[in-house]
């Protein structure tokens, strides 16, 4: 294993909805498992506000209108959300956190705005510009579907570049190379130089692209994070030690007839790593 040069100050953020199956993936999986007190890691909950059902299915039905197997359907969704969203200019949207708060026994951040998919822009950004308040060499942004493990990421970054470092899960969309949002890293400055350019930031775009379409205007050299994708129970035993030895995300994103695995493979990979370690 890596030998650390030299301890730095961690932030992660991970960023929920707070509706079920997450809240349970976050007690059952997350609490009961990787988010725990850690030298030099500061882990943070962030929430926005719950919206009503109705509302919720709405939301859902539009956001996912942009997938639709039609394609003329699909434009056709993107283009109303694109003037949807100029309209309502998101990119000057600011809204206040409540940092005073707990969930359970861990911090939380509750956004003053409608935890919505359509919104998650504006979530995520505002998740950004948050932490820039906060004490950190480098930025860790994640989701509910996600095992961390906190020795390797200190391991790991206490080598890394302090500045103008883009890592995590890195995927391309055409030439453009971008980090997925399951996990995010950054140094400082980038989160920085982010926040100062957010304006360029397109709302109506699948978050993962927007977000890669910000960074790329300033950053090209984006560092894949050792990481894997577990997505069954199974897959979980084909993981061999020298992987577990170097892997520092797990993106932990099952279904088991119509019910989320996620918890229970969060709960597996950690008994797997106390074993082995």
Known sequence: MMQPVEKVKILICVVH???????????????????????????????GKPIPDRLMKIDQYL????????????????A?????????????FRPQVNKAQKFENLEKWTFQMPDSLLLQGVKNISTLRAALDEDFDYLITTITSSYLNLDLIQEYLSAAPRVNFLGGRIEKSGAMEYQQGSFRIFSRDVVLNLTQNSSQYRHWLIEDIAMGRLANRKYSNFTNVPNETIDSMTRIHQ???SQLEKTLSYRCKSIAENFRM???????IDRLLRKFG
Request: glycine share 4%; charged share 25%; aromatic share 18%.
């Open 17 to 47: 909805g707070p509706y079920e199956p997450w809240l349970s993936i976050l007690r059952d999986g997350q609490m009961k498992t990787w988010m725990r007190p850690f030298p030099g890691v500061r882990i943070i909950n962030v929430f």
């Open 63 to 78: 956001y996912f209108r942009r997938w639709d197997h039609k394609k003329s359907v699909a434009f056709f969704w993107l």
């Open 80 to 92: 109303m959300e694109a003037l949807i969203k100029t309209l309502m200019m998101l990119d000057k």
């Open 239 to 241: 993981i061999s030690n």
């Open 262 to 268: 996620d918890s229970y493979i969060m709960q597996e």
